[in-house]
Nanobody
């Protein structure tokens, strides 16, 4: 089994910064894509950013230029640096990982979520 543990959420004023971390542990052979998603109250979960094992990144238009996703493959950890935060960034942020087993099957795992609140 694989666990994803997120940290770094909190309350910040508009214009401020936060850094989220998500560490994967358990029976991991390798991790392919990792990513961050968010869900605001009353809205569907949406993609924020993804990163491949090779470091290729993809961002939602709403966060381009403000957020940066990165990963440390040796630590099975993905990060999300969030700058110039806006009230509309308020949401629960979820980490996702595509984990490959020894038998080359890929499984999708989600973290428990961390709350980010941006006050105006």
């Amino acid at each position: 089994q694989v666990q994803l543990v997120e940290s770094g959420g909190g309350l910040v004023q508009a214009g401020g910064s936060l850094r989220l971390s998500c560490a994967a542990s358990g029976k991991i052979f390798s991790i392919n894509a990792m990513g961050w998603y968010r869900q605001a109250p009353g809205k569907q979960r949406e993609l924020v950013a993804t990163i491949t094992s090779g470091g290729s990144t993809n961002y939602a238009d709403s966060v381009k230029g403000r957020f940066t996703i990165s990963r440390d493959n040796a630590k099975n950890t993905v990060y999300l640096q969030m700058n110039s935060l806006k009230p509309e960034d308020t949401a629960v942020y979820y980490c996702k990982a595509n984990v490959e087993s020894v038998l080359a099957y890929e499984y999708l795992y989600w973290g428990q979520g961390t709350q980010v609140t941006v006050s105006s």
